[in-house]
């Protein structure tokens, strides 16, 4: 039974939230506050957290700042909850490594088929490739593991999963809705900002590689390692 943390201190919420994810079958924590939540997260080490923006003691870009930077639990997924106008927010929220965002008010059937898609990513199938050389990249799939010019490359889950995935396509564009299916597991309507994002993200990480995933311009993003 997976475990989700739930970090939030609006009891409507948590009392909303834990009804229907117990109903679908997942173990529930909650904590009302960030320096409570950031204690559970290191006590029960949870499958995914739900993680509120504004709670008290210690916000919620805080605890998210804190999980990542802490190689023990940075791999746990992270899905943001924020007011709607808060933009700014959901795009540092996502730079810091959050999975996935939901707005307040919410849909709590999105949101469940969301949290089912995150966890079902480490059997995705993405792993079709074995070890990838690629001049100064150079990837193991078993071992999760990134190497450029020799030295290892830390990745999140989500974006070693958003790398194989455009390597898959064996120089194919893939927009940013096919990326959001493969890699984020679900049929996105909306912003995909969340793809541009993390691409972003994953270029700064690969250095001297980034230029191997290509922007195709109003249509997505492929992998090419072609000059």
């Known amino acids: 039974m997976a475990k989700i943390l739930i970090i939030e201190d609006e009891k409507p919420i948590t009392e909303l939230l834990e009804y229907n994810l117990k109903q679908n079958g997942y173990f529930v924590e909650i904590a009302h506050d960030g320096e409570e939540g ?24 805080e605890v998210c700042r804190r999980i990542k930077g802490d190689s023990n639990i940075k ?12 933009e ?14 939901v707005t307040k008010p919410f849909s709590v059937r999105e949101l469940v088929l969301r949290i089912k898609a995150i966890l079902k990513r480490a059997d995705s199938g993405l792993t079709e490739v074995r070890k990838v050389e690629v001049k100064e ?4 799939p078993d071992q999760h593991t990134v190497y450029v010019q020799g030295n290892e490359v830390v990745l999140t889950h989500l974006e070693f999963n958003l790398l194989l995935a455009l390597i898959n396509s064996n120089g194919r564009v893939l927009t940013r809705d096919t990326l959001l299916n493969k890699v984020w597991g679900y049929d996105y309507y909306g912003d995909t900002r969340t793809v541009d994002v993390h691409v972003r993200r994953l270029r700064q990480k690969l250095g001297a590689a980034s230029d191997y995933v290509k922007t195709i311009r109003g249509t997505g993003y492929k992998f090419s390692a072609d000059s």
């Open 38 to 61: 950031l204690k559970k997260v290191l006590e029960i080490k949870p499958d995914l957290i739900i993680l509120d923006l504004m709670i008290p003691k210690i916000d919620g870009m």
């Open 75 to 86: 791999s746990i997924p992270i899905v943001m909850l924020t007011a709607k106008t808060d």
């Open 88 to 101: 700014v927010d959901r795009i540092v929220g996502l730079e810091m490594g959050a999975d996935d965002y």
């Open 137 to 140: 990249l150079s990837i193991d």
